[in-house]
């Protein structure tokens, strides 16, 4: 193929350049083809109007302009004449993710992950949190007003009932990848990558800069992908994914770090116990744990010493075995539980 002659048309409606702000910038130029031989296709017909003077080819600039881009080359063949074609350019500022991605990557597989975000409220139940003394009446320059991380619980060492629940704000983030087939970590189920949580931390870049998800914060759901598709010749498969992110909760006095927010920590605490195990061939004998009077059955449980049976008397009870005060926080036993299961390996995942 060869080009005869191009022109720009510039009559009426031939050129048109608009600015709102509905839709930014927005550009119409129109060229008149000549070629020689009518064999000549519209690929042929772009492909010279490329290698014109005029240069524009799929994302070009607009002459003159810094950021109006061609995003549409439309030939058109003359009614009358096969050698002679009409080729309107279409330009403007406005680009969605996909038109930015094609217009530096032809590979649908090499284009990098995309990101986008929003917040969520939940509801959970506080069993540790910063705590006063007790008070008659509130003062900000009184004991009552010094907070430290304590068992939600009252006077007695009760925890309350019901307990508290606070709207808590968390960070909920999308990704998208183009993969050339699906990755192992999402079609084996025995790598616990459902509802994952790190095991190391790792960098991801959200909203076009590199941050980091600590060990343990995210953890994985909404695992999806879509059919085979394919783009310029290459086949690939939408895959997308969401990770949630959640802030562990204050250290205690004396602790250098916290569980991880999506473990579970609970008080060791029951209302009955394991009495004389040995003594009966089928196991356990369990046992109700009764108040001061030995006659009622406890209606709230109390707390354990880690090893099943009620905290001994001299970790805040009196030598008649009723307490006299709460129990030091110092001696209450906790329990922390993974529910998610054990942690993954994030760096398998297409994060860029």
Avoid at 97 to 111: F, G, N
Avoid at 197 to 214: E, F, H, K, L, M
Avoid at 236 to 247: A, D, G, K, M, S
Avoid at 249 to 278: C, F, H, K, Y
Wanted: proline share 8%.
């Amino acid at each position: 193929m060869s080009i005869v002659s191009v022109r720009e048309l510039d009559l009426e409606g031939k050129r048109k350049y608009y600015i709102s702000l509905a839709e930014g910038t927005v550009g119409l130029r129109t060229f008149e083809i000549v070629t020689s031989t009518p064999a000549d296709g519209e690929p042929e017909v772009i492909a010279g109007l490329g290698s014109s003077g005029y240069a524009v080819t799929p994302f070009s600039l607009w002459p003159g302009s810094t950021h109006v881009y061609c995003v549409k080359i439309t030939p058109t063949r003359e009614l009358r004449d096969r050698t002679t074609w009409y080729v309107t350019a279409d330009y403007k500022t406005v680009f969605n993710i996909i038109e930015l991605q094609r217009a530096t990557e032809d590979d649908p597989t090499a284009r990098p992950t995309t990101s986008s975000g929003q917040s969520r409220t939940i509801m959970m139940p506080v069993r540790r949190c910063l705590r006063t003394n007790f008070y008659k009446t509130w003062s900000e320059a009184g004991p009552g007003a010094t907070f430290s991380l304590k068992q939600a619980a009252n006077s007695a060492s009760d925890p309350l009932d019901p307990p508290i629940e606070i709207p808590v704000t968390e960070w909920d983030f999308s990704f998208s990848k183009n993969v050339a087939a699906l990755p192992t970590w999402v079609t084996d189920s025995s790598l616990n990558y459902m509802n994952g949580v790190n095991n190391a931390d790792q960098s991801v870049v959200v909203g076009g800069a590199t941050r980091t998800i600590p060990k343990g914060f995210g953890k994985i759901s909404n695992v999806g992908f879509g059919e085979t598709q394919q783009e310029n010749g290459i086949e690939y498969i939408p895959l997308h994914w969401n990770v949630t992110l959640r802030e562990p909760r204050q250290l205690a006095s004396g602790e250098s770090t916290a569980p991880g927010p999506w473990d579970v920590e609970r008080l060791d605490e029951g209302m009955r116990t394991i009495a004389n195990p040995s003594s009966s061939s089928s196991g356990a004998i369990w046992t109700n744990i009764r108040d001061s009077s030995g006659k009622q059955t406890i209606s709230l449980p109390v707390p354990f010493n880690g090893s099943g049976q009620p905290l001994a008397p001299s970790s805040g009870a009196s030598s008649s075995g009723i307490l006299s005060s709460p129990i030091p926080e110092a001696n209450l036993y906790w329990a922390c539980y993974r529910p998610f299961g054990p942690r993954v390996d994030y760096s398998v995942i297409p994060w860029t």
